[in-house]
């Protein structure tokens, strides 16, 4: 379901409905990347699980920022 994807030896691959929404996942998975490489430099990430990471994709993409939603 992700618009972008980290490839090996490469970079990011990301696409969307417009030239737009293509960058701002490119931006967004390279933002990432830097957050974990900052993050292995002082120890090692934890990955969540598929659970956790679904729990966290259903809130955001369907809750955060939406008014009156507990």
């Known amino acids: ?10 970079g990011v691959f990301a ?3 417009s030239p737009r929404a ?3 996942a490119a931006v ?3 933002d ?3 957050t974990v490489w900052l993050a292995m430099q002082i120890g090692s990430p934890q990955p969540l ?5 679904e729990k ?4 955001y993409h369907h809750r955060y920022g939406q008014e009156n939603v507990p």
Request: charged share 25%; no cysteine; hydrophobic share 45%.
């Open 28 to 30: 967004m998975t390279e």
């Open 49 to 53: 699980s598929a659970e956790e990471a």
């Open 32 to 34: 990432v990347a830097k």
């Open 1 to 10: 379901r992700a618009p972008a994807i980290l490839m090996g030896n490469h």
């Open 22 to 24: 293509a960058l701002k």
């Open 56 to 59: 966290w994709y259903d809130r």
């Open 15 to 17: 696409w969307g409905n």
